[in-house]
T-cell receptor, first 112, second 110 residues
Framework: SQTIHQWPATLVQPVGSPLSLECTVEGTSNPNLYWYRQAAGRGLQLLFYSIGIGQISSEVPQNLSASRPQDRQFILSSKKLLLSDSGFYLC???????????FGNGTRLTVT | TQLLEQSPQFLSIQEGENLTVYCNSSSVFSSLQWYRQEPGEGPVLLVTVVTGGEVKKLKRLTFQFGDARKDSSLHITAAQPGDTGLYLCAGANSGYALNFGKGTSLLVTP
């Protein structure tokens, strides 16, 4: 069966510090991978998605970046965090076509 | 961006009551998905509806996709405290990404 791992679960970082959140998927090949941000338990904002290694699409201009160094690994990064980067970050994967999203358990990021 | 409006935003009811939440858009979607999210966790898929007018039942939950594939509803019969959570609808089209609504936060008290 497929599983998705996302870590860390919580993170507190000062303004201006770097960020690296990692997500890995097991039990499937060539998944579509996604990073979403959720503010205050509300709707999900798509940040990045990837349909293959090295292929990253950005949905929202920001100081965040994403990379996919391996087929089932998706990394969200920032060189310098802003206060507004605080939120709940969710990684997800899907198969081809009209395929549901399978989410990780998220990372609660607080920028102080 | 194709916007999905969910209503109501918040709903607090007592155990045993029925409720309906709505997901509306001016855009047509090829499919629509409903997710439930509990605090501190990622959303979990409940159902996918694809055909206009389609009705799907999942125990006490009934999902309907509008005839024009622009809207959907979720009806819960005899709500239980375990139904508490954030209900999110998400529309799919020709792209790779889903468009999510802002969700309906449901609280069912014993």
């Amino acid at each position: 069966s497929q599983t998705i791992h996302q870590w860390p679960a919580t993170l507190v970082q000062p303004v201006g510090s770097p960020l690296s959140l990692e997500c890995t998927v097991e039990g499937t090949s060539n998944p579509n991978l996604y990073w979403y941000r959720q503010a205050a338990g509300r709707g999900l904002q798509l940040l990045f998605y990837s349909i293959g290694i090295g292929q990253i699409s950005s949905e929202v201009p920001q100081n965040l970046s994403a990379s996919r160094p391996q087929d089932r690994q998706f990394i969200l990064s920032s060189k310098k965090l802003l206060l507004s980067d605080s939120g709940f970050y969710l990684c997800a994967w899907s198969g081809m076509g009209i395929s549901p999203l399978h989410f990780g358990n998220g990372t609660r990021l607080t920028v102080t | 961006t194709q916007l999905l409006e969910q209503s109501p935003q918040f709903l607090s009811i007592q155990e045993g009551e029925n409720l309906t939440v709505y997901c509306n858009s001016s855009s047509v979607f090829s499919s629509l998905q409903w997710y439930r999210q509990e605090p501190g966790e990622g959303p979990v898929l409940l159902v996918t509806v694809v055909t206009g007018g389609e009705v799907k039942k999942l125990k006490r939950l009934t999902f309907q996709f509008g005839d024009a594939r622009k809207d959907s509803s979720l009806h819960i019969t005899a709500a239980q405290p375990g139904d508490t959570g954030l209900y999110l609808c998400a529309g799919a089209n020709s792209g790779y990404a889903l468009n999510f609504g802002k969700g309906t936060s449901l609280l069912v008290t014993p």
